[in-house]
Structures are given as structure tokens and as C-alpha cells.
């Protein structure tokens, strides 16, 4: 039987390649993916152009302990969670969310990239510093990007299912969609084409998303 290891594709090596599925990364460090999915999304001669978005998630520490109540009544569009151990906070420029920890942890999560991820946890640092705590920004790192796209066309789970090179988990009584595994990535289909990535870290390259994509549900996207 074929293994994913045999496969003549880089993206299959690639993936394996990776020895963990959380990438440490130092600051300014950034491959800037969105880029490269909005030049796709736009390319001339693109088979079905794909309406991609794609979510970020980052953390850092800011050294200090914290008053989540004060933070809470002094930072507008934020609220303290019911056992009053996070405060989650929305940003506007740019848009993302966040959750602080009184341990002084914060979680971005949705923003549009790496960049944007970066700026905005260095902002709400500055923001919580101005406020008299003695804020040290480090240890930022990303977590995971996802990906949300549509291909277009549905999706015959049933087939990809059937595909014995692909590592698929698929229970139509439980849930709507499959899930395929590649490496630390994995694949949520749905049948009407949505196809949501996680998973992934910032030295994975849009190309080799949409060259697996390509592979398990036997389209053409190309870049």
C-alpha cells in the first residue's frame, strides 16, 4: 500500500519533516503567508479562485502580575470572565481578541497574521503598562494558523473517505464533515467545499496547503 512517504510530493515531506506541532519563533521572525493568499486569491488564470481567511493565534507574557478587576475598569470592549481568572479583551487596530491571565500570560487570537498578531499583543502591553503595572513584553511565539476557505464545488466525503493513502476519520452520525491528518496539520472538510486548516505554523507555505488539498480531494488550485 502506498504510505504518505512515498508520495512524490514535497508537501508530504515537508510536513513530515516538522518534529513538533508548536513552532518556537523569535520576534520579527514572520513568513507573512497572508500575502501570498491574497496574491493567489486574485492570480489571473486561477481554476476556481478561493476565498481564503486566515486566523492567528500568538502568546507572550508580560513579567508582571495582574489586576484583572482594574484592567477591567479601565480597557474599554473587555470583560472578566465569571471566575474572574481572564479578562477578555476585543482590539479594533488591528482586529484581533485577546484573554490575560493574572499570571500576566496573554493569548491572541483571530487576528489576520503573523504581523498583525505581533502589533496588536505589543499594544495591549503598552496599554496594561500605562496603567502602572511594570510590563516586560517577551516570549512571544505563535501557536497556530488556521486556515478557512471555500473551493467551490462539494465534496464527496464518501470517496475521500474510501482513499486508503489518507489518514481520515469520518462519522456521518457524529459529525458533518471529515477530518484528514497530515502531519501536525489537520483537514475539516465539509460537504459543500469549506475546508478548514489547523494546525499549521509560519514556515508552512500556502502552496503546500493547497497542494494537499489538491491531493485529497482531487482538484487542480494551483499558485
Same mark, same amino acid.
Given at each position: 500500500?502506498?504510505?504518505?512517504?512515498?508520495?512524490?510530493?514535497?508537501?508530504?515531506?515537508?510536513?513530515?519533516?516538522? !518534529?513538533?506541532?508548536?513552532?518556537?519563533?523569535?520576534?520579527?521572525?514572520?513568513?507573512?503567508?497572508?500575502?501570498?493568499?491574497?496574491?493567489?486569491?486574485?492570480?489571473?488564470?486561477?481554476?476556481?479562485?478561493?476565498?481564503?481567511?486566515?486566523?492567528?493565534?500568538?502568546?507572550?507574557?508580560?513579567?508582571?502580575?495582574?489586576?484583572?478587576?482594574?484592567?477591567?475598569?479601565?480597557?474599554?470592549?473587555?470583560?472578566?470572565?465569571?471566575?474572574? !481568572?481572564?479578562?477578555?479583551?476585543?482590539?479594533?487596530?488591528?482586529?484581533?481578541?485577546?484573554?490575560?491571565?493574572?499570571?500576566?500570560?496573554?493569548?491572541?487570537?483571530?487576528?489576520?497574521?503573523?504581523?498583525?498578531?505581533?502589533?496588536?499583543?505589543?499594544?495591549?502591553?503598552?496599554?496594561?503598562?500605562?496603567?502602572?503595572?511594570?510590563? !516586560?513584553?517577551?516570549?512571544?511565539?505563535?501557536?497556530?494558523?488556521?486556515?478557512?476557505?471555500?473551493?467551490?464545488?462539494?465534496?464527496?466525503?464518501?470517496?475521500?473517505?474510501?482513499?486508503?493513502?489518507?489518514?481520515?476519520?469520518?462519522?456521518?452520525?457524529?459529525?458533518?464533515?471529515?477530518?484528514?491528518?497530515?502531519?501536525?496539520?489537520?483537514?475539516?472538510?465539509?460537504?459543500?467545499?469549506?475546508?478548514?486548516?489547523?494546525?499549521?505554523?509560519?514556515?508552512?507555505?500556502?502552496?503546500?496547503?493547497?497542494?494537499?488539498?489538491?491531493?485529497?480531494?482531487?482538484?487542480?488550485?494551483?499558485?
Amino acid at each position: 500500500m502506498t504510505t504518505f512517504s512515498t508520495i512524490p510530493s514535497p508537501v508530504f515531506n515537508s510536513f513530515y519533516e516538522k !518534529k513538533s506541532t508548536e513552532l518556537e519563533i523569535s520576534q520579527g521572525n514572520y513568513s507573512g503567508n497572508i500575502d501570498e493568499l491574497i496574491s493567489y486569491s486574485t492570480q489571473p488564470g486561477t481554476p476556481s479562485p478561493l476565498e481564503i481567511e486566515c486566523f492567528v493565534t500568538a502568546m507572550f507574557r508580560l513579567g508582571t502580575e495582574l489586576d484583572l478587576k482594574h484592567l477591567k475598569n479601565s480597557i474599554r470592549i473587555s470583560e472578566l470572565s465569571n471566575t474572574g !481568572k481572564m479578562l477578555m479583551i476585543k482590539y479594533r487596530n488591528p482586529a484581533c481578541s485577546f484573554v490575560i491571565y493574572p499570571n500576566g500570560v496573554g493569548i491572541c487570537y483571530e487576528a489576520s497574521n503573523e504581523e498583525d498578531a505581533l502589533l496588536a499583543s505589543r499594544k495591549i502591553a503598552r496599554t496594561i503598562q500605562k496603567l502602572g503595572y511594570n510590563v !516586560k513584553f517577551t516570549n512571544f511565539r505563535i501557536l497556530n494558523i488556521s486556515y478557512r476557505m471555500s473551493l467551490g464545488k462539494e465534496l464527496d466525503l464518501e470517496k475521500i473517505h474510501g482513499n486508503t493513502e489518507l489518514k481520515v476519520r469520518y462519522e456521518p452520525e457524529v459529525c458533518d464533515g471529515a477530518y484528514v491528518q497530515i502531519g501536525a496539520m489537520t483537514f475539516f472538510l465539509q460537504r459543500d467545499g469549506t475546508v478548514i486548516v489547523s494546525g499549521a505554523n509560519p514556515t508552512v507555505k500556502v502552496n503546500e496547503i493547497i497542494e494537499a488539498i489538491n491531493y485529497i480531494t482531487n482538484s487542480d488550485f494551483s499558485i
